[in-house]
DNA sequence: GCAGGGAATGTGAACGCTAACAACGCGGCG
DNA sequence: CGCCGCGTTGTTAGCGTTCACATTCCCTGC
């Protein structure tokens, strides 16, 4: 209202005339351009402090032809996984200079990826990072007709984009065996949802070290990453007496089956075993804790910003990468030996 | 590299040309202007899907002077609380046609958050949401120098900015009467960090419940939002025979505590009856199911934004808004009556 | 003393769009 | 018949940068 708040911001020709040089002096100084007299830098830097002056983003922008800004896209950011890894990579995107601009998906699915793809696009996003593992995702992004470097995050071996991803079944391995060595005769499975990479790598690697020990593999119980499903499915194992093991598909689901096991007076360790996966923060202090796959969503986050950036100052001769970080098992208090 | 991935992008002239008409006529279809001829219209409309034309809304925004851009800056977006407000603020703004650009500060310091806005401010973001409740982001609001309107959230009346939060003090004073009413004799609280707003409107809530019905007030035994630090305030609770009630700062302490509970061999709620903050999905299936106070974090991001965009548009004009959510008091198996 | 060269600086033209105004065509009215 | 006015379209001028190139300056070496 008052015209001191109607003064526009002052452009880079507003320095110019205070510093006494032309504007494009001042670009090189804002630049870091390294021919400008020392002298002439100073008082440029002087005049920009005086006036208060900052570059117009978006100005530079439209000649330079790009945003320094990254699209994330991503499903469900409620969720302990996807969070941590998009605050992953933000810290890494902000670390190395650029923007992050979100979206976040109600539903998965190759329109709402391709959607958000577009969207991002049109605001001129130098490269995007999707966080979604979902297959269909991945499939989504299989002939994406954006000019823009992505790199998925979780996704399969698409061919198409650079991946990178937490090793899946060796983490599946892992806790399988766990539970096998502590003479379980065989591991039953709480699965995630069908359709979640994330969750196919942890039936194969269950299935992989079942296989591997000549034990049966029993029908896994098919859940939705929610504590509900793992109660639902936790009641249905509890009326079992032959189940001494399970593997479950996260931690949440996990926290189901105990609240189940606990309601039927199934006591965990001693009666059964149970192993999570993700190693959520609430996991150390389960009744009992827990005993899970731990994965470094920050580092994959981190780890995707690196392939991205890579991937931008190679240009289009850029050729996919693929990275898998290792899980790291985590034993806890809620896997004992089985009562022979 | 080939010639077919080099051909730049079409620009608006070049859809001028193919329709016959001039670009600005093309603009006009894209900005929907009423005078254009509906035949017109349509062959502009052909010719840019012909050419896969996309506007470039960098160009545009350096002449209208607005992103369509609004800014968030929030701390640790690993905890459900903000996780879930700012999935609500990304919904909320890009169901109104605005992205969303993030910075996640992994400390809270007035320069912190002074820097955020400016990085924000300099990208041309046309208004930011604060999720930052923590009385020295509040402060660090208190004299912005950015021309961009702000919001806030979860900061207390601060008086200089819109604010919307969920009225922590009635949550609080809830889940206190409740411990009351069934008899406790009084309540103890773990709370969260001093210098978070949310620590203090709950202390404040079960202070005052507490006063209202004659009952000393215990003093708080202090904890960091984690799980660790309500299991170590759990045990000393655990060793204090007087102790039946406790109103905990979160949900998260709370499962802590409810783990050196069960490893003292106190069992809730027949000897202790314990209480919660936020509702966390994992609540409902802790070993008991927790009893707690819902804060609807979607309903604050939207309201943030809807709040947000009411400035944009009454410019600089508006004044500042107060918005609180009430709380919503959940009963489980985490309390029950004082023995007597 | 003057040509040559590199460092420092200035100039003009984009970048792709929108805003303001100008121009055009057409029908109705005096 | 000519003029006004309105709906429609075109023209021009920026927006605030950077880039490519031109220019100036000063120093060096013969």
Chains 1, 2 share one sequence.
């Not at 000549?214 to 499903?229: F, H, K, M, Q, Y």
Request: hydrophobic letters at 40%; aromatic letters at 6%; one cysteine or more.
């Amino acid at each position: 209202m008052s015209p001191s708040h109607e003064r526009r911001q002052p452009v880079m020709a507003d320095v110019a005339v205070r510093a006494g040089v032309s504007h494009q002096t001042v670009s090189r100084v804002l630049n870091g351009h390294p021919n400008v007299r020392a002298e002439t830098r100073a008082r440029v830097l002087q005049a920009i402090e005086q006036l208060g002056y900052r570059r117009n983003m978006v100005a530079r922008a439209l000649v330079t032809k790009h945003t320094r800004t990254l699209g994330v896209v991503s499903f469900d950011t409620t969720l302990y996984g996807p969070a941590s890894t998009v605050y992953g990579i933000e810290q890494a995107a902000r670390a190395a200079g650029y923007f992050v601009s979100m979206v976040s998906l109600r539903t998965i699915d190759r329109a709402g990826v391709r959607d958000a793809l577009d969207y991002l696009a049109e605001q001129g996003v130098d490269g995007v990072v999707v966080v979604a593992p979902q297959r269909s995702a991945a499939r989504a992004l299989t002939d994406m007709p954006t000019g823009v470097p992505v790199v998925a995050v979780g996704a399969g071996h698409t061919g198409d984009v650079s991946v990178v991803s937490v090793e899946q079944v060796e983490g599946a391995r892992l806790a399988t065996r766990h539970l096998l060595d502590l003479g379980h005769e065989t591991v039953w499975h709480i699965s995630g949802p069908s359709d979640w990479l994330e969750s196919e790598g942890r039936v194969q690697g269950w299935r992989a070290a079942l296989a591997a020990a000549g034990r049966p593999a029993p029908d896994p119980l098919p859940g939705d990453w929610s504590p509900r499903s793992g109660y639902r499915a936790g009641l249905r194992l509890a009326a079992m007496p032959e189940v001494t093991a399970v593997f479950v598909g996260n931690d949440q689901m996990a926290l189901g089956a105990l609240r189940a096991f606990a309601e039927r007076g199934v006591r965990v360790p001693e009666q059964i075993s149970i192993v999570g996966f993700d190693d959520i923060p609430e996991s150390e202090f389960f009744t009992p804790p827990l005993t899970t796959v731990r994965q470094d969503f920050g580092a994959v986050g981190r780890c995707s910003i690196e392939v991205l950036l890579r991937q931008l100052e190679a240009g289009p001769e850029w050729s996919h990468e693929r990275h898998v970080v290792p899980p790291r098992f985590v034993v806890r208090a809620s896997t004992a030996p089985a009562c022979p």
